[in-house]
Structure formats: structure tokens, C-alpha cells
């Protein structure tokens, strides 16, 4: 990530621009005169290309992974395995597996976190798309669903509609986990609603609102820890046993904390400072007795652990008070570049930017070490790509750690960098909130022109960079600074902006409310381009009655199958050997029933568990694109001997006149032996109800062979065992006027002999193929 050395200068500020697919608009970003939204030509659309479970994750930084605190929660170093959480796991994996979804609900630092990235990894083979990890963290519900596009498929500088991000994740079937989600109430039912395949695990804030009754999620309260499992965690931060008076003390926070992992965290760090103090105790003990002997002391213990023992209980163990609170003790127990990185978090609401960002803001050079130093002593933990204080240590640092100018040319180096070649999109995204943060404080300090200066320069980066919640509230808070400092050329670009943004998320009434407020301002600071270019704005949402051009709705699948069900599938290795012999099974009932009863019959053949019984493939865990597609339903326009709309009554005229013709995989796999004077009555490619209907004759022309007669006891439509498919073969008449008492032949199943607008043999409409041994000629 480059950073700036030397001087900044206004000059060295750069716009970052480029063009973004917004629906079916084409979005220019960072122009002089503002963003410009037009119809994009339907050649320029991009086409989303599923992500497959072997190919990497193209999601957002820090939006698709494990969350990253190596020690806040109780989640500790690879080797400290998670304590006391084996029933939750087992029953949220039971639950994920039924297709249902969960809200984990908890106390601060219930560890709520660590929870999620547990059953994350271990869901990781529970659905067909496996797991998607989301950063819930200042994200809005479009921002999160356009996350889970983004994770899902590969389209870059794409944000679909909602019709069309509708269509695309309908198809997904995966786990997917949020952490730190903030929408709440109908705006979580929303996301729920856009994803109907995926079973979501989402961790909120303790104050969240009740689910509704009817809601599709259940609360899962994430308790605190049992009393040895609190006990072993502050031993094993604390790299050591504890001793009695230890265990005692731990034994009373637990009873105060109800066993939160975040105070055993930071109870771990208060013994860790209290070792130290006791180590500059032994040590000055030790220089002591080499300078001036054991003159006139008492005898000393020879083993050194007895006499570190001695002097560690002479430093006393923090009150109850102190452990109910420790974040000031334990800043003030931190290193100097470590209190300089948290007094930078306080000024910023509690955001602490990424290690190559401080030596520039605050001049420390080792910002890996004293980000992980917060996150030991339980003050900081990593979520989204960067780390935040957690929660409630704002509260309690901001009266003793003030800001003391820590934010002064936060604005400027971030300008600068937003606008820089060499700065990823992506890079942009996880340092959203940064940004955010300092746009407040400047906004708090009165620095109104540095809120404008990096405002404009951050804007269009967040919009090329999808994060359009950081995107409006950026352009909010630059209207605001615009206003306090009275300049109307920056009031009116940051309006513009707006408008567009509007457009974008079709809100078409504020954003002509938005361009036309920005029109008035650039007529009245005489900016022509400015104003051209909002008039083109307006044109685009006053054309065809302020309907905004949206992209072309791919067909919405079907409601798939839970998760459940796919989790209990046969094996892998089963799955195409099963799905071949279920096809064949399908389609030969349907061809023994078509003959029997000689007409077509409208049934369904997809079975509860097969949802995509037409794959060639023998696949049955993609249900990607298609949905729960049945197979095709029967009719009677279904086949190219079809006359008329309506299915024949077995015994009727028309039943007659049509038994003998062909179907359509008669016709189009006919064997040598077939009777060269059968005709089809009606065209090949004739179908539904607009085809043509021919006459039905009341005497069998010359040349063709005679209806078969109806015998007592018999079942309409031929002689037992005969089909419609084969003539006057099968169970039909016999040359000479007897009748052919031998079994039926076995159906063939042939999908690759359908002709272009027929429908395939394997389908419901499907009959058997003639064969020399199941028809013979007549005449």
C-alpha cells in the first residue's frame, strides 16, 4: 500500500474516476462537472459468472474470511482450542443443517465472534456453495447483499438491480455468516427474503430489537463461559498457573461478569502488567543483593521462584472495581507506540486504520506490533480488514485519552491516498470506516474545508469501490462541511452527487429534488457545464414517464430444496449412477402409463429430493441456475401427431383417427421395418394450440391400416399392452385378423433422437420406438 513522504500539496490531490453498470445505467464517476448516468448498451452489460467452491472468493477485503482478533473473545493463538462451546456448535450445525437461520444474541464480549468463526469453519462442507463470511460491521442490507454477489459470482464494477440481484442469488446454496450485521427488523427479513437457498448465521449487537413472530430466523443467546473453562482461559493468556489468591480472584469476576471471555481476556492482561511489576521487583532485589550483600538481611531462599512467590504477593491484585473497567488501567500499562495508536482510535470513534497508514498520521513505525498489543490486552479486536476498540472501551478512554491534535492532516493524507494509482479499489473498501471516522472529526473540530477537500476526493473512490452506504454518508457529510463554510460551488457538486446516487438506487423523487437543487446552485455561480450536465440528468429521469432504464430480469428459479435435504444426499460418488437409473425408471413409467391409457395425461414426475431430473449430466446438487425445474408436463400439443388443444377421450373419434400415428419420438427415431404408408397428420414442428388442426376422417383412408376394436374387457385404447407409438405393431392387430397376445416390448428411452421443437423421448410425452420386432407392415 503506498503512503505519502513529504510535503502534502493541494496539487498533488487527484480525483480518482473510472465508469461502474448500475442496473441497466452506465455510471461515469469523478468527472470535473460530477457523475453522469446513461442507458449502457446492452453489448457493454456485464454477464455474472457463478464462482464455483474450488475457485478463491472474489468478495470484498476483510468481507469474505475468518475474523482476523488474534486474542479479543476468548478466539487466542492457533494452538488455544475454543473452551466450553462443543454443545453450542453442535447445535447450531444441526439447526444450519435443517436449512433454518440463526441470530446469535449475547451480552458485549459474549464472544459472539469467536462462535460464529467456529461453526463457520466446521459448516464448511454442510451446503453445495459452502460458506460465505461476511463483515456486517457499518454495512447496510443492499451493502451486504451486494457483498454476497460479489462472493459468489465474478462481476467486476457490476451492482445489479434489485431484480437482478433477486435472480442471481436466488440460485445460491450456501452458509452464510455475518458478523457484526447491523440491518435489524424488516430490513434483516429483506436479506433473508433476497437469498432464499442459503441459511444465514448472523451475530447482532446486544441492544437489537426482538425478531418479529413470524419472522424466518431464531435467537440463539450466546451465554458466558462455565467457571473452569473462564479459569483456564486467564491461565493460559497469562502464560503461566495461577496461584491461590489468583484463582480466588478470578473466581469472584467470574461471579461479577457472569463469565464473559472478554474480562477473562483483559483479566489476563491486568496479570501479565502485574507480572511486570513483579519481575522490576525481583530484578532490583537481585542488584541489591549484588551490591551490598546479605549484611544485616535475613537468610533469602535460595531457589528464585520461591522468592519471586514472596514479592508477588507484596503487588496487589486489581479491585473488583478495576476488573469491572480495566481499559484505562490497561492503556496505561501499554507501550508508547501502542497508547499512540489507541489515543488515534479514540479521536476516530473508535476506528484504528490499517499499519501502513500510522507512520504517516501519528509517526510510529512498528504499527503491526502495537495493533497486536491492543488486541492482547483485550482493548482492539480486527473485523472487516482493519481494527476497532471493542466494546464499551470508547466510553470509558475518551475522557482520559483526548485526541491532542493526533488528527491533523488525517484529511489531507487521506485525499491524497484515495486518489493514488498504486491504491487498490479493495484497499479503499476496508478503510471505509476510517475515512468515515475522520470526516467526523474534522467535522467536530470545525475544519469544515478538509471535510470538503477529502470528501470530493473520497466519494467517487467509494463509489468505483461498491461501498454505496460509505458512499451517501461521505456525500452527506460533505454537504454538511459545504454549507458550514458557505460555498456554493461545493454545496452544488455534492448535490449532483446525490441526485446521481439516487438514480442509482431508483429513488427517482429525490433525485430530481437533488439535481434540481444543484441546477438552481450552478445557474447562479454561472457553471454552464455544471448545469448542462444536471439537465442531462434530469432528462434521463423525466423520459418515458420518469421510468428509469433497468437491466433485463433473468427468470428467478424456483424455491429449491433446504439444506436438509441436500445435506442427506447420497455420497458423491453415488450421485450420477443414481440420477442416471432414476431417469431411466421415470421415463419408462411414463411411457408404460401413455400406453395403457392412450391419451396424454397431465402428472407431475419430479419426486420430492429430485429437482433437476432433465440434467443430461446426472447432477443433483447443482440447482445453480434452474431452480426446482420439473420435467415437462404432458399435453396434447405436445407431439407433432397432436390435433387440437385438448387431450382425447380414450374410445372417442379423435382417439381413434390418432392412435395409430406416430408420436414425436416415434417419428423421429424410425426403424427400417416400419410401414412406408403411415403418415403423420399433422406437421413435425406443429405444436400448442395455435397449430392447425386437420380433419379427422370418420373412415380410415385407403392404404392405412384399421383402428384396432375395442374388445370387452379391455382398456381403451388398444389391446392390452399396446402403445400408441408403433402403428399396428405392439399389442395391435396381426396381419390376417388375429390378435398378438405376446408381451409388450420393452420401451426405449432415446433423449438424443428428438427432432429441433419436438420434445425428447426421456420427457413426459415421451412413448417407445418402433423396432422390427414391435410393428409390421400393412397393405
Avoid at 275 to 302: C, I, K, M, Q, Y
Avoid at 346 to 369: F, K, M, R, Y
Wanted: charged content about 20%; proline content about 9%.
Amino acid at each position: 500500500m503506498a503512503q505519502p513522504t513529504g510535503e502534502f500539496r493541494q496539487e498533488a490531490v487527484r480525483t480518482r474516476g473510472g465508469e461502474l453498470v448500475s442496473g441497466g445505467l452506465l455510471v461515469g464517476v469523478g468527472a470535473p462537472d460530477g457523475s453522469e448516468a446513461r442507458p449502457c448498451p446492452e453489448e457493454w452489460r456485464p454477464r455474472p459468472r457463478r464462482i464455483e467452491r474450488s475457485e478463491p472468493a472474489r468478495g470484498p477485503v476483510g468481507g469474505v474470511g475468518r475474523a482476523v482478533g488474534p486474542l479479543a473473545l476468548g478466539a487466542g493463538p492457533t494452538d488455544l482450542p475454543l473452551l466450553d462451546r462443543e454443545a453450542d456448535i453442535a447445535e447450531l450445525l444441526g439447526l444450519l443443517a435443517e436449512g433454518r437461520s440463526i441470530r446469535l444474541v449475547g451480552q458485549a464480549g459474549s464472544g459472539r465472534s469467536t462462535l460464529l468463526s467456529a461453526v463457520a469453519e466446521a459448516a464448511a462442507d454442510l451446503a453445495p456453495g459452502g460458506v460465505v463470511q461476511l463483515c456486517g460491521h457499518r454495512r447496510t442490507a443492499a451493502d451486504l447483499l451486494q457483498d454476497l454477489f460479489a462472493a459468489t459470482h465474478h462481476a467486476p464494477g457490476h451492482r445489479p438491480d434489485p431484480g437482478q440481484l433477486a435472480a442471481h442469488l436466488a440460485g445460491i446454496r450456501a452458509v452464510v455468516v455475518i458478523d457484526e450485521a447491523e440491518p435489524t427488523g424488516a430490513e434483516l427479513e429483506e436479506l433473508l427474503a433476497a437469498a432464499p437457498g442459503c441459511a444465514f448465521l448472523i451475530s447482532v449487537a446486544p441492544d437489537s430489537p426482538l425478531l418479529p413472530g413470524d419472522s424466518r430466523m431464531r435467537d440463539h443467546a450466546v451465554a458466558g463461559l462455565s467457571r473452569s473453562a473462564c479459569l483456564a482461559l486467564a491461565a493460559r493468556l497469562a502464560g503461566r498457573p495461577l496461584d491461590v489468591a489468583e484463582k480466588a480472584w478470578a473466581v469472584d469476576l467470574w461471579f461479577e461478569s457472569e463469565g464473559l471471555p472478554l474480562r477473562f481476556v483483559q483479566a489476563a492482561a491486568l496479570l501479565r502488567q502485574r507480572d511486570v511489576s513483579v519481575d522490576a521487583l525481583v530484578a532490583a532485589e537481585d542488584d541489591r543483593l549484588d551490591v551490598f550483600g546479605a549484611v544485616d538481611e535475613p537468610v533469602h531462599d535460595p531457589d528464585p521462584a520461591v522468592r519471586e512467590n514472596a514479592l508477588r504477593r507484596t503487588v496487589p491484585l486489581p479491585s473488583v472495581a478495576e476488573t469491572a473497567s480495566p481499559a484505562v488501567r490497561l492503556a496505561e500499562g501499554l507501550s508508547e507506540p501502542a497508547q499512540a495508536v489507541l489515543r488515534l482510535a479514540v479521536a476516530l470513534g473508535g476506528e484504528c486504520p490499517t499499519a501502513p497508514h500510522l507512520p504517516a498520521l501519528i509517526d510510529v513505525g512498528q504499527g503491526e506490533s502495537a495493533l497486536a498489543e491492543l488486541a492482547d490486552a483485550g482493548l482492539a479486536v480486527s473485523i472487516g480488514g482493519h481494527h476497532r476498540l471493542t466494546a464499551g472501551a470508547l466510553d470509558l478512554l475518551a475522557p482520559h485519552w483526548p485526541a491532542r491534535g493526533c488528527v491533523d492532516g488525517a484529511a489531507q493524507h487521506f485525499a491524497w491516498w484515495v486518489g493514488h494509482s498504486s491504491v487498490s479499489l479493495e484497499q479503499i473498501a476496508a478503510e471505509a470506516e476510517v475515512v468515515i471516522g475522520v470526516l467526523l472529526a474534522d467535522r467536530n473540530s470545525g475544519r469544515h474545508e478538509a471535510v470538503v477537500r477529502l470528501a470530493r476526493a473520497a466519494a467517487p473512490a467509494l463509489a468505483l469501490a461498491l461501498r454505496w452506504g460509505a458512499w451517501e454518508r461521505v456525500l452527506q457529510l460533505g454537504l454538511e462541511a459545504a454549507r458550514g463554510t458557505g460555498a456554493t460551488v461545493d454545496q452544488a457538486w455534492f448535490h449532483h452527487e446525490l441526485g446521481v446516487y439516487a438514480i442509482c438506487v431508483q429513488q427517482p423523487s429525490r433525485a430530481i429534488a437533488e439535481l434540481e437543487t444543484a441546477l438552481t446552485l450552478r445557474a447562479s455561480a454561472g457553471e454552464q457545464r455544471g448545469v448542462a450536465a444536471a439537465r442531462r440528468m434530469l432528462d434521463l429521469l423525466r423520459a418515458d414517464g420518469r421510468q428509469l432504464p433497468a437491466a433485463a430480469v433473468a427468470a428467478a428459479p424456483g424455491r429449491g430444496p433446504v439444506i436438509r435435504k441436500i445435506a442427506a444426499r447420497v455420497p458423491a460418488g453415488l450421485k450420477a449412477r443414481a440420477g442416471k437409473r432414476r431417469r431411466v425408471v421415470v421415463a419408462s413409467a411414463a411411457v408404460l402409463t401413455f400406453g395403457v391409457l392412450g391419451t396424454a395425461v397431465a402428472m407431475s414426475i419430479t419426486g420430492p429430493d429430485e429437482h433437476k431430473g432433465n440434467d443430461p449430466h446426472g447432477r443433483l446438487d447443482d440447482v445453480g441456475d434452474t431452480g426446482n425445474a420439473p420435467m415437462p408436463l404432458p399435453s396434447a400439443s405436445s407431439g407433432p401427431g397432436t390435433a387440437g388443444t385438448g387431450a382425447a377421450e380414450p374410445g372417442s373419434p379423435a382417439a381413434t383417427a390418432t392412435s395409430p400415428e406416430p408420436s414425436a419420438s416415434g417419428s423421429a427415431s424410425h426403424s427400417p421395418s416400419a410401414s412406408p404408408t403411415r403418415k403423420p397428420s399433422s406437421s413435425p414442428g406443429a405444436t400448442g394450440s395455435g397449430a392447425p388442426q386437420q380433419p379427422q376422417p370418420q373412415q380410415p383412408a385407403p392404404g392405412q391400416p384399421q383402428p384396432p376394436v375395442q374388445q370387452p374387457g379391455q382398456p381403451p385404447g388398444g389391446s392390452a399392452g399396446g402403445g400408441t407409438g408403433g402403428g399396428t405393431g405392439g399389442g395391435g392387430t396381426q396381419p390376417g385378423g388375429g390378435t398378438n397376445t405376446s408381451p409388450p416390448p420393452k420401451p426405449t428411452v432415446t433423449p438424443s433422437s428428438s427432432a429441433p421443437g419436438q420434445t425428447p423421448s426421456g420427457s413426459a410425452t415421451g412413448t417407445s420406438t418402433s423396432s422390427p420386432s414391435s410393428s409390421t407392415s400393412t397393405g
